[in-house]
Nanobody
Framework: QVQLQESGPGLVKPSQTLSLTCTVS??????????WSWIRQAPGKGLEWMGA???????YDSPSLKSRTSISRDTAKNQFTLQLSSVTPEDTAVYYC?????????WGKGTLVTVSS
């Protein structure tokens, strides 16, 4: 039912801000009890949850990325966004948006973002 699609630049320079948008169709980001997350996977590493925004607008962040991560939403466009500041090559990863009630059981296809000069 719900479909998610990531979009944004595939290449970001070191020290700049990575910005991605997740466009949601088939459901509203304000639907009660749904959470909307950003997750990434760097080459050779496991999945890393970055943060989420709840149906109410409440924000949740990974402790390790909290200082660099900003998640927001645009309810009129049914989109939510990720901004990751001061990026380094170690931030190169496939970035996913995902949603669910309790578990993140609906995922986008992911988008590769490379941090390089």
């Amino acid at each position: 039912q719900v479909q998610l699609q990531e979009s944004g630049p595939g290449l970001v320079k070191p020290s700049q801000t990575l910005s991605l948008t997740c466009t949601v169709s088939g459901g509203s980001i304000t639907t009660n009890y749904y959470y909307w997350s950003w997750i990434r996977q760097a080459p050779g590493k496991g999945l890393e949850w970055m943060g989420a925004i709840a149906y109410s607008g409440s924000l949740y962040d990974s402790p390790s990325l909290k200082s660099r991560t900003s998640i927001s939403r645009d309810t009129a466009k049914n989109q939510f966004t990720l901004q990751l500041s001061s990026v380094t090559p170690e931030d190169t990863a496939v970035y996913y948006c995902a949603s669910g009630h309790y578990d993140m059981d609906c995922w986008g296809k992911g988008t590769l973002v490379t941090v390089s000069s």
